[in-house]
């Protein structure tokens, strides 16, 4: 197997066991935690679609030695990703503690059976 192959099964799998994860769970910090995991295998997916094989950086260079480089847009796509997700996990763990401050329980099972 070729690296990018690789660098694809192992996107593939991080994105299906964090959606395993966040579906079976009962625990909102297993299923935050699922998530992450999800966002992780995006994250790599994006990484390994500009990755071009023996490219360079792209940076500027003379055209004479010019060859072959990677693609500087889904970088700068992941790098906004990790941000945003940053962002989403802190917010999701917020609302978890509320929700353990307010019901005692951060077992989705239990705060579903509090309708009114």
């Known amino acids: 197997m070729t690296v990018p192959q690789i ?5 593939f799998l991080l994105i299906l066991i964090g959606l395993y994860s966040l579906l ?4 909102m910090i297993r299923m935050i935690i699922g998530l992450n995991i999800a966002d992780l295998g995006v994250n ?8 071009v094989d023996k490219g360079s950086a792209p940076i500027f260079r003379a055209q004479a030695a010019a060859g072959p480089m990677v693609d500087p847009v889904p970088q700068a796509l992941v790098l ?7 962002g989403v996990t802190a917010l999701a763990l917020t609302l ?6 307010s019901h005692g329980s951060i077992d989705t099972a239990r705060i579903r059976g509090l309708k009114w």
Do not use: D
Request: glycine share 6%.
């Open 7 to 11: 660098l694809y099964v192992s996107a």
């Open 24 to 27: 079976t769970q009962r625990n």
């Open 80 to 86: 906004t990703s990790i941000v945003i997700g940053f």
């Open 44 to 51: 790599l997916f994006l990484v390994t679609i500009g990755f």
């Open 96 to 101: 978890v503690m509320r929700l353990f401050v």
